[in-house]
């Protein structure tokens, strides 16, 4: 199996934070903390683009270099995850990922910083899957039920896209090529670098610029 | 008197220089994780159909079969 990926589809996303709400809802998410959020570039101007942003899993995670207490890990299946009774929540993850994904809750006495918590793909943490302690802290374990992230299986225009990379990025390509357009604001390039940029080799889709 | 406060203040001094000694150590060693396709220890009721635990190649199939749900091109009669 290929790497597990998320892509958004910015021509679709109509910005209804349908993934929002999945993902807070699906994992029991606290106040404060959002997992995933949709970004809206342009807003109220002609041109308007939203894309829905969450942890990217990176090939080569930027939080995953700078931890200090290396509490993160990669799964087989290319997702990164952490293991929250190593982390001490020093925020480093946060300054490094160019994404925002890490996020702090402010639960702690005197507003401590609490652990980092972050987009699973679904795959919950180091305990055992799909058990209560992994509930606790990570969420639902929807990988180990033989399922695919709830934000991207619910998207209701099906902009999000997640899963197998190679399956998701065909999925994409398909659209491009039908329509004509539409990897320009965030395509696979911009979401997982070209491969002049030092990303993984990925097939460009072919289509016209609009 | 003197002595008697003087040894309640040592006891007492005691009691809180020790009592870091019954802290628990917390462990720092990352733990390792299982497989997604060795199946959830959840309940059943939430588990999909179509594969069985431990097989990867069932997981595999059965993620990318329901990855194909998001193609809508599927959907349709005909193959753009």
Redesign the interface.
Same mark, same amino acid.
């Given at each position: 199996?290929a790497r597990m990926k998320f892509i958004c589809d910015a021509e679709r996303c109509i910005e209804c934070n349908g993934c929002v709400t999945a993902c807070k809802a699906e994992h029991d998410v606290p106040w404060g903390v959002n997992r995933r959020r949709v970004v809206t570039l342009n807003d109220g101007l002609p041109g308007e683009r939203s894309v829905s942003v969450a942890c990217m899993h990176c090939s080569d995670a930027p939080c995953m270099a700078v931890c200090p207490?290396?509490?993160f890990?990669r799964?087989?299946?290319g997702v990164v995850?952490h293991?929250k009774?190593?982390c001490i929540g020093c925020g480093y993850c946060s300054y490094a990922c160019p994404f925002g994904a890490p996020q702090f809750p402010s639960n702690g006495t005197f507003g401590l910083r609490g652990k980092m918590d972050k987009c699973t793909f679904c795959?919950g943490?180091?305990?055992?899957?799909?058990?209560e302690a992994e509930?606790e802290k990570y969420g639902r374990?929807r990988?180990?039920?033989? /399922?695919?992230p709830a934000c991207?299986?619910m998207?209701s225009t /099906?902009a999000l896209?997640?899963?197998?990379g190679d399956?998701?990025a065909d999925?994409f390509r398909?659209?491009v090529?039908?329509r004509g357009k539409g990897s320009e604001v965030w395509g696979w390039g911009t979401a997982y670098g070209r491969p002049a940029t030092g990303g993984p080799q990925q097939a460009k889709p072919e289509g016209k610029k609009s | 008197m003197m002595s008697k406060c003087t040894t309640a203040c040592v006891l007492c001094g005691a009691v809180l220089a020790l009592s870091a000694c019954g802290e628990k150590t &917390?462990?720092? +060693?990352?733990?390792?994780?299982?497989?997604?396709?060795?199946?959830?220890?959840?309940?059943s009721a939430?588990? +999909?159909?179509?594969?069985k635990a431990g097989d990867q190649a069932a997981?595999?199939q059965?993620? %990318?079969h %329901?990855?194909?749900?998001?193609? &809508?091109?599927t959907r349709t009669p005909t193959q753009?």
């Open positions: 199996m207490v290396d509490c890990y799964t087989d299946d995850l293991d009774d190593v795959a943490g180091p305990e055992a899957n799909g058990s509930f374990n990988l180990a039920e033989g /399922k695919l991207a299986e998207c /099906k896209l997640g899963g197998d399956v998701v999925i398909n659209r090529l039908v | &917390e462990g720092a +060693a990352k733990k390792s994780d299982v497989p997604a396709y060795q199946g959830s220890t959840g309940p939430f588990v +999909a159909n179509g594969w997981w595999e059965q993620l %990318r %329901r990855a194909q749900a998001q193609n &809508e091109y753009p």
